[in-house]
Nanobody
Framework: QVQLVESGGGEVQAGGSLRLSCEISGRTFKTYSLGWFRQAPGKEREFLATISWSGSITFYADSVKGRFTISRDNVKNTMYLQMNNVDPEDTALYYC????????????????WGQGTQVTVSS
């Protein structure tokens, strides 16, 4: 089993920055591809970014490309999402997820999920 715990959410003004963290424990962390997703009220869970086990491959949704950066530290067993120039439309519950295999943008391909951390962007 793999356990994921998100942190770093909160309230931020539009145009500001926030860094989310995802601590991972359980089975070997470094063999998993990881991803960030978010879900706003009344909407489906949305892919944001994914990173390979080595960190050499990353892929972003168009909605966050150039504003958000995904990274991971395999020594600390932690993944990050640096969010810059945030917008009120970025308000959502943010989730991290892990899968054993290559990176993916599809929700259904991830095996393990955290409980989420709330991000609220005010205008």
């Amino acid at each position: 089993q793999v356990q994921l715990v998100e942190s770093g959410g909160g309230e931020v003004q539009a145009g500001g920055s926030l860094r989310l963290s995802c601590e991972i424990s359980g089975r070997t962390f470094k063999t998993y591809s990881l991803g960030w997703f978010r879900q706003a009220p009344g909407k489906e869970r949305e892919f944001l970014a994914t990173i390979s086990w080595s960190g050499s491959i990353t892929f972003y949704a168009d909605s966050v490309k150039g504003r958000f950066t995904i990274s991971r530290d395999n020594v600390k067993n932690t993944m990050y999402l640096q969010m810059n120039n945030v917008d009120p439309e970025d308000t959502a519950l943010y989730y991290c997820a892990a899968r054993e295999g290559p990176t993916s943008e599809y929700v259904g391909r991830y095996d393990f999920w955290g409980q989420g951390t709330q991000v609220t962007v005010s205008s």
